[in-house]
């Protein structure tokens, strides 16, 4: 009996908070949930975001659009209002160690670069570009309408914010497969090493230098410590953690020439913290964090001048919403290395992502930065 009215309380209180959100159990809107185990309340209650991408995984909830689902969840900051004691060690360990240094950074490259080139392949752009599109039109290029096209504007863009001339040699910290030194090599004539700490990732960009002046080197940052015209990262900051910050800008600070421009891609939280979601590191991106504005100003302060910040959160919804109907139509062909909780698992990271996004509760900054500021001013690209 008791059971019994703990298992309706757990439910009446689920019930309340979805009500905020504007979300029905078993409802006709494509974003209303549909509830396969009436044991979901008392798990979601006593775990937390973790135990509900977990019995996502295991298949005992359902929603039409997910994205739909977790834009109203963010939106009505429901997920904060859920924040069990079974969490308070992982918060704890996030507050008091360095959970992105020594061998801990590497961590990222093997749960989540290294599970297989194939699924990448068939999810991403043709050049396999793992950040953000741009979407928009600028100065002469129009509106991309496909992925490809979103993800060549955006590498364009970065060519041309940071001024890539013929003869430059550019490093590119967390290079992914190698899309934006493949793209500035090809394009304007300069020399490229990329670095990452994903081993497929680097064997894939060895594998298709195709006599192109670009080096793909299995390194972790903080080791570097050569001279470099420009320096790019694109999508790596969100890999380095809030004890690192500063750390990092003090490498790329060392390795930019005098009159170099340093750019940074990443995506940007609305809220300064110190750790991800509880279920995003423990299945997607383990010790990765998003950086708030505050936190990269302190970062960057008397090391450089800030020259321009631009953000385009929403564009990262498309790219991502892209990614989940590639993965989803090519799913018949790359299902033999993976099972069925995975594919649930990747469809609610994917889908999840988005609508943080589209309740623009993160960002995506291009932030450009140089040593000593630009002589007679930066001209901003859009």
């Known amino acids: 009996m008791q059971n019994s009215i703990m298992c309706l309380d757990f439910k009446k209180k689920v019930l309340s908070l979805l009500d905020e959100a504007g979300i029905k159990i078993d409802g006709s809107e494509p974003w209303d949930i549909q509830v396969h185990n009436d044991r979901l309340y008392e798990r979601t209650l006593l775990g937390g975001t973790i135990s509900v991408g977990e019995a996502y995984m295991d298949g005992w909830w359902d929603v039409e ?28 360990k996030s507050l008091l160690m360095n959970t992105q240094n020594g061998n801990r950074s590497y961590k990222v490259g093997q749960t989540h670069y290294d599970i297989g080139n194939d699924l990448y392949t068939h999810m991403l752009d043709k ?7 741009y979407w928009e039109s600028f100065q002469e290029l129009p509106e991309a309408k496909t992925l490809d096209e979103a993800q060549e504007h955006k590498l364009e863009m970065i060519c041309r914010k ?8 550019v490093l590119d910290i967390g290079c992914g497969w190698g899309s934006f030194i493949r793209y500035a090599a090809e394009k304007y004539n300069v020399n490229c090493v990329g670095i990452s700490i994903s081993k497929e990732q680097v064997k894939h960009g ?42 990092y800008m003090e490498v790329v ?46 970062a960057v302060e008397k090391l450089f001048v800030i020259e321009d910040w631009h953000s385009f959160g929403y564009q990262y919804y498309r790219t991502l919403m892209a990614w989940y109907e590639n993965f989803v139509h090519s799913w018949p062909i790359i299902n033999k290395y993976y099972d069925k909780r995975f594919y649930r698992m990747w469809v609610l990271y994917l889908l999840s992502s988005a609508a943080t996004f589209s309740a623009r509760i993160n960002q995506v900054w291009q932030i450009v930065l140089s040593k000593e500021g630009v002589k007679k001013g930066y001209k901003s690209l859009r």
């Open 206 to 247: 060895n594998e298709n230098r195709n006599g192109l002046p670009i080096e793909y080197r299995f390194l972790d940052y903080k080791s570097l410590d050569e001279p470099f015209d420009h320096i790019v990262s694109i999508g790596m900051f969100e890999h380095v953690g809030v004890k690192n910050y500063r750390k």
């Open 65 to 92: 659009r997910l994205e739909l689902f977790f834009e109203k969840i963010f939106t009505a900051h429901i997920d904060e209002k859920i924040r069990p004691v079974t969490l308070l060690p992982y918060y704890l």
């Open 127 to 133: 050049r396999m570009t793992y950040t953000c599109g």
């Open 253 to 298: 600070h060392r390795c930019l020439k005098k009159d170099g421009l340093f750019l940074l891609h990443t995506i940007g939280s609305s809220v300064s913290r110190n750790s991800a979601d509880p279920w995003i590191d423990k299945y997607i991106f383990p010790n990765s964090m998003t950086p708030s504005a505050v936190q990269i100003s302190k």
């Open 162 to 169: 940071i001024g890539l001339k013929k003869g430059d040699r």
